[in-house]
């Protein structure tokens, strides 16, 4: 369905960006990742999936540096002549009460979670709307939607993504671009596994237990959300039919935000 296409995903080293990537490349895009970590082992896992021909290539932007950012499309319109999927995930997570959140942190998720979105998209646009075809996705959270404790500069990212995903919907709704956000509940990547460490610390009980009482709080299948499930609904989002979703926030959350 993508041959011919290339789409760029932010941080996709690991997790939901990884699982992402994977599943444009078995469509046939050109894929460009960026993220931190073991990018040769990144780029081996998306080369499995690759077809056609299609290649995979890195760009180590700092997602909180918005002339990295641009340098990033730049490089990604050189080298495949084209950004038409942006997938724009990349984040990162800071748990702690609002009067103890450490300022930098804040700072940081904001930079990371949401503006490096606006960045991406106003460098991106352009050559979407002159060559005809774009897809843009934000991978946003159940908490653009509602809120939990401890998680103020996160939550506030999130919600700002799905504002700026519905602000640039309406602003390309004429054209072949589309703008949407994917609002996952709790998927078990690194991020996640985190707060469950944190969490298991804490109270003294094990890993299995703390990861049993994340889902009993908030997620009513009691089951994760996988990378995989949420890479099956960035396909479709790049599918013709889906060419008239345009400003959604779709939620893969096992019930969380029903409640
Ligand atoms: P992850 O930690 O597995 O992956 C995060 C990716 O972002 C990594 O590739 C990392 O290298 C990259 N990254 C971090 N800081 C960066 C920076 N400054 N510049 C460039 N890349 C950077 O986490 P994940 O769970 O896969 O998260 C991906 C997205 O999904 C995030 O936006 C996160 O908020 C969102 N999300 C995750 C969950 C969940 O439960 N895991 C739920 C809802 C939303």
Known sequence: MLNGKTALITGSTSGIGLGIAQALAAQGAHVMLNGFGDVEAAKAEVAKFSTGGARVSYHGADMSKPAEIEAM????????????????????????????????????????????AFHAI????????????GRILNVA???????????????????????????????????????????????????????????????????????KQLLAEKQP??????????????????????????GAAINVDGGWVAQ
């Not at 702690?96 to 700072?107: G, L, N």
């Not at 103020?152 to 309406?170: D, N, Q, R």
């Open 73 to 116: 499309i730049r490089a990604c319109e050189e080298e495949f002549g084209a950004v038409d999927v942006l997938v724009n995930n990349a984040g990162i997570q800071h748990v702690a009460p609002v009067e103890e959140f450490p300022v930098e942190r804040w700072d940081a998720i904001i930079a990371i979670n949401l503006s490096s």
């Open 122 to 133: 106003r460098v991106a646009l352009p050559g979407m709307k002159q060559r005809g075809f």
């Open 141 to 211: 959270s159940v908490h653009g939607l509602v809120a939990s404790a401890q998680k103020s500069a996160y939550v506030a990212a999130k919600h700002g993504i799905i504002g700026l995903t519905k602000a640039v919907a309406l602003e390309t709704a004429t054209t072949p671009v589309t703008v949407n956000a994917i609002c996952p509940g709790w998927v078990l990547t690194p991020l996640v596994q985190k707060q469950v460490d944190a969490r298991a610390q804490a109270q003294q009980i094990s890993n299995d237990e703390a990861k």
């Open 221 to 246: 299948s009691l089951q994760f959300t996988t990378p995989e499930e949420l890479a099956g609904l960035a396909v479709f989002l790049c599918s013709p039919a889906a060419a008239n979703i345009r």
